[in-house]
């Protein structure tokens, strides 16, 4: 399993990112997080930390609206995607 796949409990998220449950609720909805389901509940990751860190910043520091955020969080992933491929093609 590498770092990024380590599971993070809910409450460590919580806690680091300063959030009250009914928010990371919230940004789970808005699938700005995506922990991955199981017959227990959700399973939150160090991505998924990452992430919450990230939206925090951005909503309460930098006063990024929701719009805002979600454009934002979708052009990271786009850069994501692309240094993938770039990363693929290096390695053929």
Known sequence: ???LN???SVQDILDRAGVEEGVLSHWVQLEWICPQQSENGPVY??????RAL???DLMFEMEVNEAGVDVALQLIEQV???RRL???MRDR
């Open 1 to 3: 399993m590498s770092a």
């Open 6 to 8: 380590e599971v993070v």
């Open 45 to 50: 990751t160090r991505v998924d930390l990452s």
């Open 54 to 56: 990230l939206v925090r």
């Open 80 to 82: 994501h995607g692309l």
């Open 86 to 88: 770039l990363l693929a």
